[in-house]
């Protein structure tokens, strides 16, 4: 393996000034630090809404969320990107894409505004239904041993069709509240309705990230341990309090 501090990635954050609802750029800061405190070189760059996206520059794409409306401005932003960010995705970029951006990875959402046209990177789509889906939720991930916590807020129910799920859903109500299920794993890819912002609170989540794209990068993914005892006291805390 090559010295850690030889070692560098580079975070790709998606339109901040469109998607960032919620306060998703904290997952921004949490891959940094976690990079940082091993003594992996770490840096972002933002692409806003006129700037052109050079996808082998970076080994992390953060796509955030934003509004319907919002999401239709990016809508036509993201036709001038898909090629390549699908050529990316494909190799084995790693992704993170939360609440609007986990439905733009998709065929469509179908709003009663219109029909937002997705990536189409993912095959799943999104229906807009009645009332929103808003809780706590926790999940059971085959990407970490400890249980994933978030916060959920969104109108739409997306639909996976055959892909592998983020988690299962043991509070709260997912995809679309039916099916026990939320988020999608594809590739390296994960979709996901979890705000909070999800890495802070799922440390095990960010250093499934990183391990990936160190591994698509240098071949190898270890990761020096880091001291997560706060983060997992918080953990525990919401679990046992959402599952009495």
């Not at 976690?34 to 050079?54: H, N, P």
């Not at 894409?97 to 799943?124: F, H, M, P, S």
């Not at 959920?152 to 799920?165: A, C, S, W, Y």
């Not at 026990?180 to 309705?193: D, F, L, P, R, S």
Request: net charge positive; proline share 3%; charged share 25%.
């Amino acid at each position: 393996m090559k010295r850690e501090e030889k070692r560098a990635l580079t975070i790709g954050h998606l339109y901040p000034d469109l998607l960032n609802l919620y306060g998703d750029r904290g997952n921004i800061a949490c891959l940094m630090k976690r990079c940082l405190w091993r003594g992996i070189e770490a840096k972002t760059v933002e692409f806003e809404s006129e700037d052109s996206v050079d996808f082998s520059r970076l080994d992390i794409v953060l796509l955030g969320g934003g509004s319907d409306r919002e999401q239709m401005l990016v809508c036509e932003k993201l036709k001038r990107i898909r090629e390549n960010f699908q050529k990316y995705v494909e190799s084995g970029g790693v992704v993170l894409a939360v609440c609007g951006g986990y439905q733009l990875l998709g065929k469509y959402y179908n709003t009663r505004e219109g029909v937002i046209e997705g990536l189409n990177l993912v095959d799943l789509y999104t229906e807009q239904g009645e009332g929103r889906l808003i809780d706590n939720i926790v999940l059971q991930s085959p990407l970490c041993k400890m249980p994933v916590v978030g916060f959920e807020n969104h109108g739409g129910r997306t639909h996976i069709q055959g892909n592998k799920p983020f988690g299962k859903v043991l509070y709260g109500s997912g995809n679309d509240g039916k099916s026990g299920y939320e988020g999608v794993i594809y590739k390296n890819v994960i979709g996901t309705y979890l705000h909070g912002p999800l890495l802070p609170k799922n440390p095990q989540i960010c250093d499934y990230l990183l391990k990936k794209a160190l591994e698509r990068k240098y071949g190898d993914g270890t990761l020096a341990p880091l001291d997560d005892k706060q983060e997992r006291e918080a953990n525990a805390y919401m679990v046992k309090r959402l599952l009495k």
